[in-house]
């Protein structure tokens, strides 16, 4: 059997929408990891420095499994990640409408910000309508020791992103600086993506997928981290020994370690790799 019989190509529009997808995650990520002042004069609405370089590690985390997809142009790595972008940006979206008076609709930014949230949960929902019928013989068995850490770990990304939802006051104060519940119900975006990636190769996946999830989980746990620590090297605002600022720490390590720990995993051949 051929690669294009097994894992075929995604359509011509999807890879062109990912490409203005990937940049625009590239500009806005290493916008506000990198240039959180400059960035933030353009942003929808008004952030904190803090919030500036987590939201820029958010997007960085989006934005490489986005830009391997665009890369491979096939159904893997597209399947997880193409689930991936719906559940955040419809996530973001809910949350957005549902928090308008955050916005100042005389800004142009607010507009863009609108529109491209709503055109890539129509766009993904589309798409993964369209891929339902996709052929699964690219996919293999994931080894059972390795489908169980990824279920758990998956089910505790989405209780915790659910939770930052329904109780923001609670579940945010694990974060080492104070949240609203704007910001905290929007974050809860990145966590329940973060399990919903996860969930998607735990059972069955290819070698490929399995190193995407991991890049992504990764890149987003170590830019968190190191946004705090460069923020806090200015302000001086975080108490390094508390309960909160240990915990969190704890779960985006060990977020880290998992996401990396998949990479290698991946690049060895676990699940076993496609045929060419």
Not at 46 to 59: C, D, H, I, Q, S
Not at 191 to 199: P, S
Not at 223 to 228: D, K, N
């Amino acid at each position: 059997m051929n690669l294009e019989a097994h894992n075929p190509k995604i359509t011509p529009f999807l890879r062109a929408f990912t490409l203005v997808e990937t940049l625009v995650l590239i500009g806005a990520g290493f916008g506000l990891f990198l240039f959180p002042e400059i960035t933030r004069a353009q942003w929808p609405w008004e952030l904190a420095p803090f919030n500036t370089r987590f939201l820029g590690a958010v997007y960085l985390g989006a934005m490489v499994p986005i830009g391997l997809m665009f890369l491979s142009g096939r159904w893997s790595p597209t399947r997880p990640v193409l689930r991936a972008i719906f559940t955040f940006t419809f996530i973001v979206l809910v949350v957005s409408l549902f928090s308008s008076s955050q916005f100042d609709f005389g800004s142009p930014s607010v507009w863009g910000w609108f529109v491209i949230y709503v055109s890539l949960p129509l766009s993904a929902a589309y798409h993964l309508w369209l891929y339902r019928s996709m052929p699964t013989t690219h996919l293999h068995r994931v080894p059972s020791n390795w489908s169980t850490i990824l279920r758990v770990a998956s089910a505790l990304l989405v209780l915790y992103g659910l939770g930052l939802i329904i109780l923001p006051s609670i579940f945010s104060s694990l974060f080492p600086w104070k949240l609203d519940i704007f910001h905290s119900q929007l974050y809860s975006a990145a966590f329940i993506t973060g399990g919903v990636i996860l969930f998607s190769v735990a059972t069955a996946a290819t070698s490929v997928e399995f190193i995407v999830a991991g890049l992504s989980e990764a890149t987003f746990s170590i830019c968190a981290i190191l946004g705090l620590v460069i923020v806090d090297a200015s302000v001086k605002k975080i108490d390094w020994s508390a309960a909160n600022t240990l915990s969190w720490l704890f779960l985006l390590a060990v977020l880290a370690l998992l996401g990396l720990a998949m990479i290698v995993a991946g690049v060895r051949g676990t699940p076993r790799r496609m045929d060419g």
